[in-house]
């Protein structure tokens, strides 16, 4: 139990990663959020999509801009409880995102903080305010027990 509650689209995160797990897939959610509401949420979805992309940043993303009717997401906030990868990391980039909340670090296959460190490169065109660690302990546990279990 985390010594202070988490935030509500953290929660909510939390909420959709239990659900990915709960379809098979690797238990990671995430939420776009502006003004305070939530716009646009995802889980891992690669398995159930047969989509290499369907990664719960990129659902949540696209649900976005689907619900703004703009691929631009200025204004907008993203939750996941992982910290993102690679190709999530440009996407954020590149959606304009302004902050970027994230629960368990991922030193091996993040690029936040960890690894290629998308936005910190010189060719990254936007580099949005970036939280780890919030609500990193339950993030962290639902992913070592899906591996657990698997192993």
């Given at each position: 139990?985390?010594?202070?509650?988490?935030?509500?689209?953290?929660?909510r995160?939390?909420?959709?990663a239990?659900?990915a797990?709960?379809?098979?897939?690797?238990?990671?959610?995430?939420?776009v959020?502006?003004?305070?509401?939530?716009?646009?949420e995802?889980?891992?979805?690669?398995?159930?999509?047969?989509?290499?992309?369907?990664?719960?940043?990129?659902?949540?993303?696209?649900?976005?801009?689907?619900?703004?009717?703009?691929?631009?997401?200025?204004?907008?906030?993203?939750?996941?409880t992982?910290e993102?990868?690679?190709?999530?990391?440009?996407?954020?980039?590149?959606?304009?995102?302004?902050?970027?909340?994230?629960?368990?670090?991922?030193?091996?296959?993040?690029?936040?903080?960890?690894?290629?460190?998308?936005?910190?490169?010189?060719?990254?065109?936007?580099?949005?305010?970036?939280?780890?660690?919030?609500?990193?302990?339950?993030?962290?546990?639902?992913?070592?027990?899906?591996?657990?279990?698997?192993?």
């Amino acid at each position: 139990m985390p010594a202070f509650p988490l935030p509500d689209p953290m929660r909510r995160a939390l909420d959709l990663a239990r659900a990915a797990e709960a379809a098979g897939e690797v238990p990671i959610g995430a939420v776009v959020v502006k003004d305070g509401r939530i716009i646009g949420e995802g889980e891992n979805r690669n398995r159930r999509d047969n989509d290499p992309t369907a990664h719960a940043e990129m659902v949540a993303i696209r649900a976005a801009a689907a619900a703004l009717g703009d691929f631009r997401l200025t204004g907008c906030d993203l939750w996941v409880t992982l910290e993102p990868c690679p190709m999530c990391a440009g996407a954020i980039s590149h959606a304009r995102i302004e902050r970027l909340y994230y629960g368990a670090a991922d030193p091996k296959g993040g690029a936040v903080e960890h690894g290629s460190r998308i936005f910190a490169q010189p060719e990254c065109l936007h580099r949005p305010e970036h939280y780890g660690d919030i609500g990193a302990e339950e993030s962290a546990g639902l992913l070592r027990g899906f591996f657990a279990a698997r192993r």
